[in-house]
């Protein structure tokens, strides 16, 4: 079975432009979230969806942040307009309750905004 | 708010040789999960073993275990037999209540492991 699917894998951008992350889930999951990971704060949880709705996105540092879930197979992340302190890894993990919330990673989005 | 600590921010340990990494939690749940997670170089997130608060039984994943102390709030992991490939920093995460607390995972800042041949 394919794992959790990011892309792009690295992304570079300048100070203001638009930037967007996609995610693919296991097939069957019915949880997905959005973590990012950096040295100053480490891995904190962004937001997360059940069944395509989100359920707790109180991580999402600003507006500038958005993420959507239109079905089940597929989510974004958007940050528009960027800034440099953007710059990060973005995970998407994804799980499903009867496998005992066990989160499964996908190998992350390393942005860099100039 | 639920929190994990993870004292040791780097270790190391010789090929073949054992290593603990400790991890403790501040709680006042009693029903949680918690994990532990390995981050290689390539920064894929694997899971390494998953503990139910619920079960006294230890978890272990052949040469991983885990030293689960419920009333301490630790979680410790044993790595037996280390290997080069063991090399990579590793994760402690709590989950909350699985009835009705939140979905998400609460990590600890990591500890980096380094393999001396």
């Known amino acids: 079975d394919a794992g959790v699917i990011q892309s792009p894998r690295h992304e570079v951008t300048e100070m203001g432009q638009e930037v967007t992350l996609r995610c693919k889930p296991i097939?069957?999951?019915?949880?997905l979230f959005w973590y990012r990971q950096t040295m100053m704060r480490g891995l904190e949880l962004l937001i997360y969806?059940?069944?395509?709705?989100?359920?707790?996105d109180s991580g999402m540092p600003e507006d500038r942040f958005s993420a959507k879930m239109p079905n089940a197979s597929f989510s974004t992340l958007k940050i528009q307009p960027s800034e440099p302190r953007d710059s990060a890894v973005y995970f998407c993990?994804?799980?499903?309750?009867?496998?005992?919330?066990?989160?499964?990673f996908g190998p992350g989005t390393r942005l860099t905004v100039l | 708010a639920q929190t994990v600590t993870q004292s040791q921010p780097e270790m190391s340990v010789q090929e073949a040789e054992t290593v603990t990494l400790s991890c403790t939690y501040d709680?006042?749940?009693?029903?949680?999960?918690l994990f532990w997670y390995k981050q290689p170089p390539s920064r894929q997130m694997i899971l390494v073993i998953r503990?139910?608060?619920?079960?006294?039984q230890n978890a272990t994943e052949n040469r991983f275990s885990v030293n689960f102390q419920k009333a301490a709030k630790s979680f410790s992991l044993k790595i037996s037999d280390s290997q080069l490939g063991d090399a990579a920093m590793y994760f402690c995460?709590?989950?909350?209540?699985?009835?009705?607390?939140?979905?998400?995972?609460?990590f600890g800042k990591g500890t980096k492991l380094t393999v001396n041949p």
């Open positions: 993990a994804s799980s499903f309750r009867a496998g005992k919330y066990t989160q499964y």
């Open positions: 097939s069957g999951h019915d949880y």
């Open positions: 969806f059940n069944n395509n709705v989100p359920i707790d």
């Open positions: 709680t006042s749940e009693s029903d949680y999960y």
């Open positions: 503990q139910e608060a619920y079960k006294q």
């Open positions: 995460a709590y989950r909350s209540d699985p009835q009705g607390g939140s979905e998400k995972l609460v």
